[in-house]
């Protein structure tokens, strides 16, 4: 019963956050989506297939922040200074205002604000047994790993070879982290990770900001 009133208002938070939030970003959406018509060829929008709650398919939606043809330039994993990444794309990746799209999954029900990040396919098949519990819940636009790796981009292009390091070593730990998050749902951790992801990301910024500055002063 408690299980069944949680889900309800977890799902009514969604639907309200996520109809209120679309609105208000409207102008900024539409802002954004005309930039990146004019700055880059393509559709505005990236559409991937991800693996939802129940391990139901879905396509999941983000402003479009690489070349149009990146899929035939290479991998799934993007990492540190992919030539594939558009300019405009490196601005919208850095502020994670490409994920705002996502908030259309939520409305539709797709994903929760809060929830483990959707993972394709390929490596939700590689480790089957842990998503099997993982996809019991709807992935969500942030999550625990969502603030650890907030920068998972630099992390992999550290490495030497990217796609082995986000296999043995950072999926494993998002894996983790997923688990811990199904065992300890509710409201409470749910808007303890909504305002620590949106501390961490105007945190970011700030740091940006200053070290542009310092490099503006340096030069000068």
Same mark, same amino acid.
């Given at each position: 019963?408690?299980?069944?009133?949680?889900?309800?208002?977890?799902?009514?938070?969604?639907?309200?956050?996520?109809?209120?939030?679309?609105?208000?970003?409207?102008?900024?959406?539409?802002?954004?989506?005309?930039?990146?018509?004019?700055?880059?060829?393509?559709?505005?929008?990236?559409?991937?297939?991800?693996?939802?709650?129940?391990?139901?398919?879905?396509?999941?939606?983000?402003?479009?922040?690489?070349?149009?043809?990146?899929?035939?330039?290479?991998?799934?994993?993007?990492?540190?200074?992919?030539?594939?990444?558009?300019?405009?794309?490196?601005?919208?990746?850095?502020?994670?205002?490409?994920?705002?799209?996502?908030?259309?999954?939520?409305?539709?029900?797709?994903?929760?604000?809060?929830?483990?990040?959707?993972?394709?396919?390929?490596?939700?098949?590689?480790?089957?047994?842990?998503?099997?519990?993982?996809? %019991? +819940?709807? =992935?969500?636009?942030?999550? !625990? /790993?969502?603030?650890?790796? $907030?920068?998972?981009?630099?992390? #992999?292009?550290?490495?030497?070879?990217?796609?082995?390091?986000?296999?043995? %070593? +950072?999926? =494993?730990?998002?894996?983790? !982290? /997923?688990?811990?998050?199904? $065992?300890?749902?509710?409201?409470? #951790?749910?808007?303890?990770?909504?305002?620590?992801?949106?501390?961490?990301?105007?945190?970011?910024?700030?740091?940006?900001?200053?070290?542009?500055?310092?490099?503006?002063?340096?030069?000068?």
């Amino acid at each position: 019963m408690r299980k069944m009133i949680r889900d309800v208002l977890k799902r009514s938070l969604d639907l309200v956050a996520s109809l209120v939030g679309l609105v208000v970003i409207s102008p900024l959406l539409i802002v954004i989506a005309a930039v990146m018509k004019i700055s880059s060829p393509g559709p505005v929008f990236f559409r991937q297939e991800r693996i939802g709650r129940n391990e139901r398919p879905f396509f999941i939606l983000k402003f479009r922040s690489m070349v149009a043809d990146a899929p035939d330039r290479g991998g799934q994993i993007t990492f540190g200074a992919d030539p594939r990444i558009t300019t405009i794309g490196r601005l919208i990746r850095k502020t994670k205002i490409d994920e705002l799209p996502q908030l259309l999954n939520v409305l539709r029900g797709e994903m929760s604000l809060v929830g483990p990040r959707p993972e394709v396919r390929k490596y939700v098949d590689m480790f089957a047994e842990d998503y099997k519990e993982i996809l %019991r +819940v709807r =992935p969500g636009i942030t999550d !625990l /790993a969502s603030v650890k790796y $907030r920068d998972e981009a630099a992390i #992999l292009g550290a490495a030497a070879d990217p796609e082995r390091e986000y296999v043995e %070593r +950072v999926l =494993p730990e998002k894996i983790r !982290l /997923a688990h811990e998050y199904v $065992r300890r749902q509710s409201l409470l #951790l749910d808007m303890g990770i909504i305002f620590g992801t949106l501390f961490h990301i105007a945190r970011d910024a700030v740091a940006r900001r200053r070290d542009s500055a310092a490099d503006d002063s340096n030069a000068a």
